[in-house]
């Protein structure tokens, strides 16, 4: 009897011991595992923190469902800007056609349209062709950026200036949720504005820049330097939104993006929708790097404000993320 005894307790202590070894098999074989997804994912971020892109990553983003969207882009006497930055977006997967808005005194020259067509040629996707035409204007105007065009083949515009670059996926994902609210704008430049109350007891707004936004965490507009919208903005901006404002625009030169922003938020009496992107800035110069800008925004929101008869700017505090480009969100 001992001896059967003994051997039971010999026979426990071996399946004790076996079932031990295989949870510490398996929890080694659990954290090897971790460990291994851990480095594959960083390995995939440090070539994106690296500046690399794979050929083929745009594979992994969206792919883009019916009519596609037209780049309206803003150039002035920046030729080696707008070669960049056409150069870029014409690999984008859902871009149909480029429209240069162009209001310099001579037409563009030969050789400039020559290689613009190549090189979209060259980078399109699988050989697709995209038409590019330069929307050519007599007068230098910043209106001229919002002139109607009539024969669009896309409801989607995306307004872009020749000075900032996107990757191509944020602008597909910007697109994406653009289809999702398309009588809104959809951005990656948010700006915002507030009642300023120690201008007594009358309304007078500010205009409030980035850190305005950072700060308060509320925006209220997105601006035309890098926004989806639906083409019939450009009818509405042309020939409906009250003459006088697009007179003061021409007249002060600025403020062509708040006017836009005006009108849709007083179209749909909705906010924009700002969509988290990375933005490269290939230009130096411009309109806001002058001294007294955001005076003089300030000047343009109290005077559409009084066009208005009301304040039809809408803030919003959401902001759209691509959490498959997020490693945390």
Sequence with gaps: MRGKFLSRRILQRFRQLAISSLGS?????????????????????????????????????FTTPGKGYTILINT??????????????????GLDSIHIVWSEPDPPSDSLQEFLLHTIK????????IELR???????SLNNRFKEIKDLKTDAIFSI???????CYSVEFAFSVWQSAPDTMVGFVPRS??????????EYYTYGGWWSVWWMGTYS??????????????FLYTNQMPASIREYVAKNRNCEDIAMSFLVANTTGAPPIWVKGKIFEIGSTGISSLGGHNERRTQCVNKFVEEYGRMPLVSA?????????????
């Design 25 to 61: 098999v398996r929890i080694k074989l659990l954290l090897c595992c971790c460990i291994a997804f851990t480095l594959v994912l960083v390995a995939s971020r440090a070539s994106s923190f690296m500046g690399w892109t794979p050929r083929d990553a745009s594979l992994r983003h």
């Design 76 to 93: 002035w006497k920046r030729n080696d800007l707008l070669k960049q930055s056409i150069s870029h977006y014409a690999s984008c997967a």
């Design 122 to 129: 060259s980078n399109s996707r699988d050989g697709k062709n």
């Design 134 to 140: 330069f929307d050519i204007n007599k007068e230098d």
């Design 161 to 167: 200036d020749d000075d900032v670059i996107f990757p």
């Design 193 to 202: 504005h507030w009642v300023d109350k120690s201008k007594g007891s009358m």
């Design 221 to 234: 507009m997105v601006l035309s330097k890098a926004a989806f919208f639906h083409q019939k903005y450009l």
């Design 317 to 329: 505090t959401m902001k759209a993320v691509d959490s498959r480009n997020c490693l945390f969100w």
